[in-house]
């Protein structure tokens, strides 16, 4: 991603928010994004470029204008509320350098998005799709053992893990602690969290080590875990969208829907916890998710799962009633909750 030039309306304010607030580069790059999309917006209502001055003419009715633009171009909801997030978030940093006086993106109401349930796998599918390789993936020669190997830890870990896509591809060996079973995971606003790992992600990493190290030499701490598979003509670290690839052709050889993504491999890893019974606390740790609300999206999707545990569990689940009818199953003082 080319920097903008200096005199761009945007350039200190995704320059502040790379550097000051420490934002991940897909976060700086959606911002990017959605700023741009909003100063098309202005050439295209206004017949001229957006300028920084421009930013103190701003009024609520500009910010609907855009609303209604975005609209006829059937954007999701879901797109607007962030662009118009990306718009606040801006004048906000014009305002605290007394640059605006106002911040008119606040009084703007975004369209109200429903409950999106994650879409999670079922667990024999996840199974298949983390145990059975595509024939693309078994046709290979002899030099390329390696890949397999890599492709094998990066589907358990992946499930094993709950970690995102851009989290598995930044992993650096530094992170990984193979003898307590746990990585030390970059996610989001670079905020850095411990993720325990299974059992079989160790080994499979083991495995994948044996192959790696006779190709790369010593694992030293900064480098990545995962590289790819055109290495050493291109760059060393590991490209997510080779990840979406590998995930690409496995689903289509078992045959499994197209939503079927590496990011509902971690949706499945968060719903067959909290099926089995794990602490939704907990599962928000590993997961890294900022809010407890975010997490708790995943209860929607298995009510019958929850009473069963609730049945398990809780000591008034199992407490017997009185049969219908029997005097002698009836208390002969009046309950305490109801004495005078």
């Avoid at 320059?15 to 050439?43: I, P």
């Avoid at 369209?111 to 993936?137: H, M, N, Q, W």
């Avoid at 690839?245 to 499994?256: E, K």
Wanted: charged share 25%; aromatic share 6%; glycine share 4%.
């Amino acid at each position: 991603m080319d920097p903008l030039p200096p005199s761009h309306p945007f350039a200190d304010f995704l320059t502040s928010l790379e550097v000051e607030k420490g934002a991940a580069r897909n976060t700086c790059c959606a911002y990017r994004q959605d700023l741009l999309h909003f100063s098309q917006f202005w050439l295209t209502s206004t017949g001229k470029e957006l300028t920084r001055s421009d930013a103190t003419t701003l009024r609520p009715n500009h910010l609907r204008s855009y609303l209604s633009y975005c609209l006829r171009a059937k954007l999701a909801k879901s797109t607007m509320q962030r662009r118009i997030a990306a718009i606040r978030a801006w004048l906000t940093f014009l305002e605290r350098r007394g640059l605006v006086n106002t911040n008119p993106a606040k009084w703007i109401a975004t369209p109200k998005l429903g409950i999106r349930l994650p879409r999670a796998p079922s667990e024999e599918d996840t199974a298949r799709l983390v145990e059975t390789p595509a024939p693309v993936e078994l046709d290979r020669d002899s030099e390329h053992a390696w890949v397999l190997a890599r492709d094998a830890a990066i589907m358990e870990l992946l499930y094993g893990s709950g970690i995102r896509i851009g989290e598995l591809c930044g992993l650096d060996h530094g992170r990984l602690n193979l003898a307590l079973r746990e990585i030390r995971v970059i996610g989001k606003g670079n905020k850095e969290r411990i993720v325990p790992i299974s059992p079989v992600s160790q080994v499979c990493l083991e495995h994948y080590f044996k192959h790696l190290v006779p190709l790369v030499g010593p694992l030293k701490p900064d480098h990545p875990v995962f590289i790819g598979q055109k290495w050493p003509e291109r760059e060393l670290r590991l490209n997510p969208r080779q990840v979406q690839r590998l995930l690409q052709h496995r689903r289509r050889w078992l045959s499994l829907p197209e939503k079927t993504t590496p990011h509902a491999m971690r949706h499945a890893f968060a719903t067959h916890l909290l099926q089995a019974g794990a602490d939704l606390r907990a599962i928000q740790e590993m997961l890294g998710h900022a809010s407890l609300s975010t997490t708790q999206k995943y209860t929607h999707l298995d009510r019958a799962g929850l009473a069963r545990i609730y049945d398990a569990a809780h000591p008034r689940a199992h407490k017997r009633l009185p049969a219908k009818g029997n005097p002698s199953d009836k208390p002969s003082q009046p309950n305490d909750c109801h004495a005078q």
